[in-house]
């Protein structure tokens, strides 16, 4: 079972641009495909991103196309989310999960390892 590490959260103002890492480890890293996905305060998680395993295959949530960015480097072992013009209602922790094969998927349960999380905050 791979491991998930988020990491690149932070405080950041509106229009700002934050880049998140997801470290794996204790599996094939290539043989997965990834996803970020993301809970605001009093809100259920909701899919961001994801990426195939040999990132042929990119998705995005409507509200994030255009400012996000997903990448994988599988020599790294680490996926990438670019956030670029980010808004006060991208607030929330970003989780990145895995599921293995090489087909992306967007619901939470199609993903079964996960990190903890890291936070995300934009002020207005």
């Known amino acids: 079972q791979v491991q998930l590490v988020e990491s690149g959260g932070g405080l950041v103002q509106a229009g700002g641009s934050l880049r998140l890492s997801c470290l794996a480890s204790?599996?094939?890293?290539?043989?997965?495909?990834m996803g970020w996905f993301r809970q605001g305060p009093g809100k259920e998680r909701e899919f961001v991103a994801a990426?195939?395993?040999?990132?042929?295959?990119?998705d995005y949530a409507e509200p994030v196309k255009g400012r996000f960015a997903i990448s994988r480097d599988n020599a790294k072992n680490t996926m990438y989310l670019q956030m670029n013009s980010l808004k006060p209602e991208d607030t929330a922790v970003y989780y990145c999960?895995?599921?293995?094969?090489?087909?992306?998927?967007?619901?939470?349960?199609?993903?079964?390892?996960w990190g903890l999380g890291t936070q995300v905050t934009v002020s207005s």
């Open positions: 990426i195939s395993w040999r990132a042929r295959s990119i």
């Open positions: 999960a895995a599921r293995p094969g090489p087909t992306i998927a967007t619901m939470p349960d199609e993903y079964n390892a």
């Open positions: 204790g599996g094939t890293f290539s043989l997965y495909a």
